[in-house]
């Protein structure tokens, strides 16, 4: 019994050493860890995330609109023949510009030439027959003054000098009859422009009206046609007051930019597509711009007065809406923001003032209240090239 005892004491002895022992080691691990977290939490609150900004601005933004268009001639005509003949030559080169009123053609005008003699031999004989009637009136009024006619005979001379000058005048509207039939023997240029594809030859027949010759296409100045939204029609209409609003042509191969002015809104607004049809004129002493191209149109349509713009890169899109951060007191601040118009690099907003400092590079890393470490934007493009430049 006496050792039985004894035995009990000796393991409860070694069963309080054990535990004694494992909770020393507990304690020492929990104030190692109680010792390092506090330097973990100062370290992750010292950490300021590096950001470029920029201020926004206080500006007029304008508002373009943007569309496909076509270049079309402002004058293009088809040069037709007035009278049917055989062509006998031919005045100038396929593809030559050519001037107002120069000869392209000459037909055969024998006839139209005999026709216009004929017209002239006639008025020559009844102008002769004139001057007779006038001499006879002349000596029936002596005659009557000395009472050797009577007035009967002298009212009959007068009716016949009035009946030649009638004559006489039929006779010249006869010659100048056949003088415009001659004169369509010789086909003129309507208008200045570039001759197209010449599709007689000489010793061809042409019928009147039916033959298509040339065409004579304008080139200088020159339409770009497009079509703008019906909700556009009074800021079009008010610039057409003013000359008509600017618009820029850009050929889609990027062979060029020109500016024009919008000259043209049609008068009737497309059910189908709720657009007009619009023209702008433009200057082409280079020939640059060529019938049928197609060129993308951007017209300034208003402009966004005291605009606060901000850039688009800065903008972001989130589950809750747009947003953008702006550094307050070194700190990362969220502000919602609305789009009012968004162009190229630019946006007008509301929902920030004028000289916020908008976080545009290192805004991905951001979260509100994290204090925030500022750079110019230059200054980290150029930091970033360097180090491009440093990497073997």
């Not at 890393?365 to 230059?378: I, S």
Request: with cysteine; net charge positive.
């Amino acid at each position: 019994m006496k050792t039985v005892s004894s035995l009990f004491t000796l393991f409860f002895g070694l069963s309080l050493a054990f535990v004694a022992g494992c909770g020393g080691k507990t304690d020492g691990a929990g104030a190692a860890g109680a010792a390092s977290a506090p330097a973990s939490g100062a370290s992750a609150t010292a950490t300021a995330v590096a950001v470029s900004t920029v201020k926004a601005l206080k500006r007029d933004l304008p508002v373009l609109f943007n569309a496909n268009g076509s270049v079309t001639a402002l004058t293009s005509v088809d040069v037709r023949p007035q009278v049917s003949s055989v062509v006998t030559k031919v005045h100038f080169r396929e593809g030559q510009f050519v001037r107002a009123g120069e000869l392209l053609f000459t037909l055969d005008a024998r006839s139209d030439e005999a026709n216009v003699a004929k017209a002239q031999a006639q008025l020559a004989k009844d102008k002769a027959a004139l001057d007779d009637a006038q001499r006879q009136a002349a000596r029936s009024r002596q005659l009557l003054a000395q009472n050797f006619i009577s007035q009967g005979a002298l009212d009959t001379s007068i009716t016949q000098v009035d009946a030649l000058l009638a004559t006489l005048a039929a006779d010249q509207a006869a010659l100048d009859a056949s003088r415009v039939a001659l004169s369509y023997s010789r086909i003129s240029a309507p208008h200045a422009g570039r001759a197209g594809a010449v599709n007689v030859y000489p010793g061809s027949a042409v019928q009147a009206n039916l033959t298509s010759l040339v065409t004579i296409t304008q080139l200088d100045p020159i339409a770009v046609s497009f079509n703008l939204p019906q909700r556009n029609l009074p800021d079009a209409m008010s610039s057409l007051k003013d000359g008509g609003a600017v618009v820029t042509a850009t050929l889609a191969d990027g062979a060029g930019t020109f500016s024009g002015r919008l000259k043209f809104v049609d008068n009737t607004v497309d059910a189908g597509s709720g657009t007009l049809k619009v023209k702008a004129v433009f200057d082409n002493h280079e020939g640059k711009l060529w019938p049928g191209a197609f060129v993308e149109v951007s017209q300034t349509v208003s402009v966004l007065k005291d605009a606060v713009v901000i850039p688009q890169a800065s903008i972001i899109q989130g589950a809750r809406g747009t947003i953008v951060y702006v550094v307050e007191a070194g700190k990362a601040a969220m502000k919602p923001v609305k789009v009012l118009y968004a162009q190229d690099n630019d946006a007008a907003v509301t929902g920030v003032k004028v000289g916020d400092q908008i976080v545009l590079d290192g805004r991905q890393n951001l979260r509100p209240g994290v204090p925030v470490l500022e750079r110019a934007r230059e200054a980290a493009s150029a930091a970033s090239g360097a180090k491009r430049a440093a990497t073997p």
